[in-house]
């Protein structure tokens, strides 16, 4: 009777050793996931999963963001001082949640800053990656205006951290904005913008893009600064302010 006791106790005790390492591993993981989506540095502290980011307002990346390209989509005045390049991901609660933030800073410098925005889809977004190469069948089929149209649509209704908006929803969507859905609907099954879409996860990880949002704010001279998350307005302005007075 002792030994069964005993060999009950021991085994008891195994099986707690097993629930606290798969417990810690689990934590690890879901840390990871947390960290990628706020873009957050290591000194946010836990439990700030749903408020928007608050690393380190700026620091500057080891290399510059790809200069302005044919395939950009930009809103503002296309020969402004400043640029705002922002990598984004429509799924992500902190990149939906800065978009009123850079509308308020369009609204407030007017002509002298203008807005790229570049695709970051996060691998852990289900719907992310094709609700980016939609917006590239947008933009390809109803133009620039068509494609922020779309991003303002998609951020307004996506559920955000897991599904966004359902893939058969993007269909109707399209055509709401005023995109025949037939053509929009071949496009994106097509795959056509995929290589698209990941060549900017590529390019904007070369610049130190390492979450979303994550918003290099560039001068009339090339000269960059990367605004890390959901920051507030005057994190932005403070950089603005600085290179527009430098030109």
Known sequence: ?????????????FLIIIVIVAAFFLGSLTNRIATLEKNSA?????????????????????????????TDHIRGNKNAKVTLITYSDYECPFSKSVEPTLKQLRDTY????????????????ANAQKEAEAAECIAQLGGN????????????????????????????????????QQQFQSCLDSGKYEKQVK???????????????????????GNSE????????????????????GN
Do not use: C
């Open 1 to 13: 009777m002792a030994s069964e006791v005993n060999e009950l106790k021991s085994t008891n005790k």
């Open 42 to 70: 290591p000194t946010i502290a836990a439990g700030d999963a749903n408020k928007p980011g608050q690393a380190n307002p700026s620091s500057a990346p080891s290399k510059k963001p790809k200069t302005v390209a044919a």
């Open 110 to 125: 007017g002509d002298k800053i203008r807005s790229i925005y570049r695709h970051y889809p996060l691998p852990f977004h």
């Open 145 to 180: 205006d068509a494609f922020w149209k779309y991003t303002d649509a998609i951020f307004e209704r996506t559920t955000s951290n897991g599904t966004g908006i359902a893939l058969d929803s993007l269909g109707p969507l399209a055509a709401e904005i005023g995109i025949d």
């Open 199 to 221: 060549d900017s996860i590529t390019e904007g990880t070369t610049a130190g893009v390492q979450g979303t949002p994550s918003t290099f704010i560039l001068d009339s001279k």
């Open 226 to 245: 990367l605004v890390v998350g959901a920051q507030p307005i005057a994190s932005f302005k403070t950089i603005i302010d600085k290179d527009l007075k």
